[in-house]
């Protein structure tokens, strides 16, 4: 099973993810996660991230795609992933297009978490991370917006968009249901 999730900040695709790696054993990619571990960490990686992540801006294409590069050529990840968070532009769409043409692989489905801005605000602001201020949120959303959506458009024929306004368990139900035929 090969997954990309796409949908704005607190969409819940990191804890739909994280579901659909334990029912179907599959890594949970999080490039978010995975800044925030080189941040923890004080890594280079984590050094040069930190000012992007605390500001809501978008990592450097080059050190994002190095780093799911890296992590996709991972044993774990050979026999499938969910990949949540990335890509988050079109170029980082490319780069993973070329890495899973060199593995002579494709991916299942593109799930799309469709939710209204002010239920995704509302969400981030209970939440309460570091780089969850009004400002910092309200920036990611217009990032999401410039940036993200059009990624949707180069994988027309694989979104699967699931309405993500529910309880988890609701929610769970309709990414099974819209996935269907494609795992
Ligand atoms: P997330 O946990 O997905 O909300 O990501 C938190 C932050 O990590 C984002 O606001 C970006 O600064 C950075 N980030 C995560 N994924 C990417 C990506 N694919 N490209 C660039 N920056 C990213």
Redesign the pocket.
């Known amino acids: 099973m090969r997954l990309v999730l796409v949908g704005p900040?607190g969409a819940g695709?990191?804890t739909q993810a994280a579901l659909l790696s334990r029912k179907f054993d599959v890594p949970h990619i999080?490039?978010?996660?995975l800044?925030?571990a080189h941040v923890g960490g004080r890594t280079p990686l984590g050094q040069e991230?930190a000012r992007?992540?605390d500001?809501?801006?978008?990592?450097?294409?080059e050190v994002?795609n190095a780093m799911?590069r890296d992590r996709l050529a991972e044993p774990d990840a050979r026999a499938g992933f969910l990949l949540?968070?990335?890509?988050?532009?079109v170029q980082?769409a490319d780069v993973l297009r070329d890495i899973l043409t060199e593995d002579g692989t494709e991916l299942n489905a593109v799930l799309e978490f469709a939710v209204p801005e002010h239920v995704v605000l509302t969400r981030l602001l209970d939440r309460g991370r570091p780089?969850d201020t009004e400002e910092v949120i309200r920036h990611?959303q217009r990032?999401y917006h410039r940036q993200t959506a059009p990624v949707l458009d180069t994988y027309a024929g694989i979104v699967v968009r699931v309405h993500a306004v529910g309880t988890v368990d609701e929610i769970a139900e309709r990414v099974l249901d819209g996935l269907g035929a494609r795992l």
């Not at 500001?55 to 294409?61: N, Q, T, W, Y």
């Not at 949540?84 to 532009?89: I, K, L, V, W």
């Open positions: 900040p695709k990191g999080s490039t978010g996660d800044f925030r991230a992007y992540l500001a809501g801006e978008l990592v450097p294409d994002t799911v949540d968070g990335f890509p988050r532009n980082q780089d990611r990032v």
